[in-house]
């Protein structure tokens, strides 16, 4: 074979293609290099992923990225570019196998400075286990925010096909737009959610244009602040309980914090108390979570006991019998 490219593609990201193209490594290297036969012989080849998805737009981000990033950013954040939302993509703020945060400049006629985009992986399901868990009794809603009603939809569902995870994935995201719409009404220390696009949730960016918000479990606390701290994310919880929403993966880890104010992240798995049976549990976990972090502050508590407390202080009667 005389023809080659010169880079590799990452497995981090998932690019839509005319040709769904799968790669692995040199796997998805030598089909690449196949596609390529009409090339003149012993030439060699570059691979450009905006040119190969055909990609065409006025959008020219700062960020320096690789070829395959950067094809990325202009298919989920192009859009937003186009409709005067974000006037630029400065950084990259958290990258993982569920989604990659991007600090954007925000358009001018927008009332902040700066934007988080959170662009998600297409294959996000493959790395979360047990999902369905948190899907029981849940409400799908598709990338317009429309109930899914269909037979044909559920069938897909079930039977885990393309279209099915497609549905899934939607849905995924429907769920988070949707709890963070709600929970910033109520006042709660959330990002406050700005628009949702294909793959992409843009929100409140927490941070300056060069340092973002750590996230809470690498901040060293002064001692007289963590008490106060703690009694806000209860409060939160409390709050969000109220408000039919158990986060069900609150730690630490998803808590921003800068110069004394915090933001709770990552609500993508969030499920409703009255709709899901192993609600309590989940909420249980986040509460020992927090607890056993704040713990390091000598603030000591009973998870138990406190979960327990706040569930039927906020959760009607019948349902804290049914989960409890």
């Not at 799908?140 to 899934?168: F, H, T």
């Not at 108390?273 to 607890?291: G, H, L, S, W």
Request: charged residues 25%; hydrophobic residues 40%.
């Amino acid at each position: 074979m005389n023809f080659y490219t010169t880079e590799y593609l990452d497995d981090d990201y998932d690019l839509p293609s005319k040709h769904n193209l799968r790669r692995k490594g040199k796997r998805f290297q030598k089909k690449l290099v196949r596609s390529q036969e009409d090339a003149p012989l012993g030439k060699v080849t570059l691979f450009d992923p905006v040119a190969q998805l055909g990609i065409e737009t006025e959008f020219k981000p700062t960020f320096s990225a690789s070829k395959l990033e950067r094809a990325w950013i202009l298919e989920y954040l192009g859009p937003f570019y186009e409709d005067h939302y974000i006037a630029d993509v400065l950084h990259q703020v958290k990258g993982g196998k569920e989604a990659t945060v991007y600090c954007c400049l925000a358009h001018a006629r927008l009332e902040t400075q700066y934007i988080a985009a959170k662009v998600y992986r297409p294959k996000i399901f493959r790395t979360l286990k047990n999902d369905a868990e948190y899907r029981q009794g849940r409400t799908m809603l598709d990338e317009e925010r429309q109930v899914m009603r269909g037979r044909r939809e559920k069938l897909a569902i079930k039977k885990k096909s393309d279209y099915g995870q497609g549905l899934l994935h939607n849905a995924w995201l429907a769920n988070e737009y949707q709890f963070l719409l709600a929970l910033h009404a109520a006042g709660a220390d959330v990002p406050k959610p700005i628009a949702q696009g294909n793959n992409t949730i843009l929100m409140e960016y927490l941070g300056d244009a060069t340092i973002p918000a750590p996230t809470l479990n690498t901040v060293e606390l002064p001692r007289d602040e963590a008490r106060a701290l703690f009694d806000r994310v209860m409060r939160n919880a409390e709050l969000m309980l109220r408000y039919n929403c158990v986060h069900a993966d609150l730690s630490a880890f998803n808590i921003l914090y800068w110069d004394g104010d915090i933001r709770i992240i990552d609500l993508p798995q969030a499920v409703s108390p009255y709709v899901n049976p192993k609600a309590f549990q989940m909420f249980e976990r986040d509460i020992t979570r927090i607890c056993q972090y704040f713990a390091r502050y000598g603030i000591a508590t009973n998870p138990p006991q406190l979960a327990r407390e706040l569930w039927r202080r906020n959760v009607r009667r019948d349902t804290s019998e049914v989960f409890l």
